[in-house]
């Protein structure tokens, strides 16, 4: 989770779209160059340890856009694919 959350503060779509699960990223994913990330909290997990292959992440992704401070909650679902963990898609 923090390495997507800095992949998304830097711009780097390409990590983004390698660690993003082919069944559910976007054909075309274009990022907000006025969006600046500036801050993530980890409000809990499930799962996710050494031997499992399933995991949720919640968090806080703060940001500042237009001049104004903003942030975005989500609790994400992830599997481990190969030994790397793959976002899949916000647990609903």
Request: no cysteine; glycine share 8%.
């Amino acid at each position: 989770m923090r390495s997507r959350f800095s992949a998304f503060a830097v711009g780097d779509t390409a990590y983004l779209t390698r660690t993003w699960h082919p069944d559910t990223r976007p054909s075309d994913l274009q990022l907000d160059p006025g969006q600046r990330w500036t801050f993530l909290e980890i409000l809990g997990k499930t799962g996710g340890g050494l031997l499992e292959n399933e995991g949720t992440v919640e968090f806080r992704a703060h940001y500042r856009q237009d001049r104004r401070a903003d942030s975005m909650q989500e609790n994400s679902h992830f599997v481990r694919v190969d030994g790397k963990w793959i976002y899949v898609a916000p647990v609903s």
